[in-house]
């Protein structure tokens, strides 16, 4: 199993639709939780950390589950300026050994 | 001007070559990280270094080397390049007291073995 996996995709959705991606970690101990963007052929960039309690930015809502071992990104009213691909990273031992997931794909269509 | 930079941007050399990427970094951050990106795994770690005396090996480091030459650089070596090690290689920076561990990348050096 990996360590980190996510729906690779990918999402095609119209503009102002709302798309939820989830992402699942093999290790329980596993502390800090984020989402980062990637631009085609670019860097990644943090998108948001991700809480226990949930958090929202904007159009953007995290949301973990420990007991589940997953974490989940809600992009409300999606522009076409949020196509790009979502990374799921985990921090397995809450020093830096953060691991990747592959990333999910999403393409916002007029 | 960019905080992290990367040298070269697009490398094509061949097989049994030896390679160095270099990062620099203006952030002041004491941790570097070097990974590479292949299609449908993601991102895996290479080597990371705390500090300029502090080295260590990450997830995937066989047939890579580094050196942290001072606190704002960090190169990577591929002692003799193999078609495998074709992929996009990204450096990147932290730092602890940020406290979210946010990882800042540079813009990337895609690397083709042939």
């Known amino acids: 199993r990996k360590e980190v996996e996510q729906d690779p995709g990918p999402f095609n959705v119209p503009e102002g639709a709302t798309v939820a991606f989830n992402c699942t970690y093999s290790n329980s101990a596993s502390q800090s939780f984020f989402w980062y963007r990637q631009d085609c052929r670019k860097e990644p960039k943090l998108l948001m950390s991700?809480?226990?309690s949930g958090n929202e930015d904007g159009r953007f809502t995290a949301q973990l589950n420990r007991a589940s071992q997953y974490i989940s990104l809600l992009i409300r009213d999606s522009k076409l300026s949020d196509s790009a691909t979502y990374l799921c990273v985990v921090n397995m031992d809450n020093n830096n050994d953060m691991r990747f997931g592959a990333g999910t794909r999403l393409t916002v269509k007029p | 001007d960019a905080d992290v930079t990367q040298t070269p941007r697009n490398r094509i050399t061949k097989t049994g070559k030896r390679i160095m990427l270099e990062c620099s970094q203006t952030?002041?951050?004491?941790?570097m990280y070097w990974y590479r990106q292949d299609p449908g795994l993601g991102l895996r770690l290479i080597y990371y270094s705390f500090d300029v005396k502090d080295i260590n090996k990450g997830e995937i480091s066989d047939g890579y080397s580094v050196s942290r030459q001072a606190q704002a650089k960090f190169s990577l070596s591929l002692e003799s390049a193999i078609p495998n090690q074709t992929a996009l290689y990204f450096c990147a920076t932290s730092d602890p007291l940020e406290g979210d561990y946010e990882q800042y990348f540079g813009p990337g050096t895609r690397l083709t073995v042939t």
């Open positions: 952030k002041g951050h004491d941790r």
């Open positions: 991700v809480y226990s």
